[in-house]
């Protein structure tokens, strides 16, 4: 198989997989006042995503498929922007929407601090 064939069957394989847990997240927590689901996700994914990142970039000997099946296929269909927008438009049509844009901002403010709690923590163990 060819290192392109090998890349995308690892980013269709991360992207299954990402895409299965998002739902199953997703379903299983409450979603009526605050979109908990797609805000924890969007988390995990952030963190996840800077932790194969930080790896990929400390340790080059890793395997050359790792990125495509973990950073762009699992962390990629893990996460969502749109559907952040989305929840934040239903939250708005219920009349919430000061809650639509504390959501939208925590899930920025809280994906930033993941990314820089997650390359400090990498940093630390991979050196």
């Known amino acids: 198989m060819s290192p392109r064939a090998a890349?995308?069957?690892a980013i269709a394989v991360g992207g299954a997989i990402g895409a299965l847990v998002?739902?199953?997240?997703?379903?299983g927590l409450p979603s009526e006042s605050w979109p908990l689901g797609t805000l924890v996700v969007n988390i995990v994914g952030t963190v996840l995503l800077a932790a194969v990142a930080a790896m990929i970039a400390w340790r080059p000997s890793l395997p050359h498929w790792l990125h495509p099946l973990a950073a762009v296929g699992f962390c990629g269909s893990l996460t969502t922007f749109s559907g952040i927008q989305l929840e934040a438009l239903g939250l708005m049509r219920r009349g919430m929407s000061a809650t639509a844009?504390?959501?939208?901002?925590?899930t920025v403010v809280l994906g930033l601090i993941a990314v820089v709690a997650t390359r400090r923590v990498m940093a630390r163990v991979l050196r």
């Open 7 to 9: 890349a995308l069957v």
């Open 101 to 106: 844009v504390l959501y939208v901002a925590a």
């Open 22 to 27: 998002r739902a199953g997240l997703a379903e």
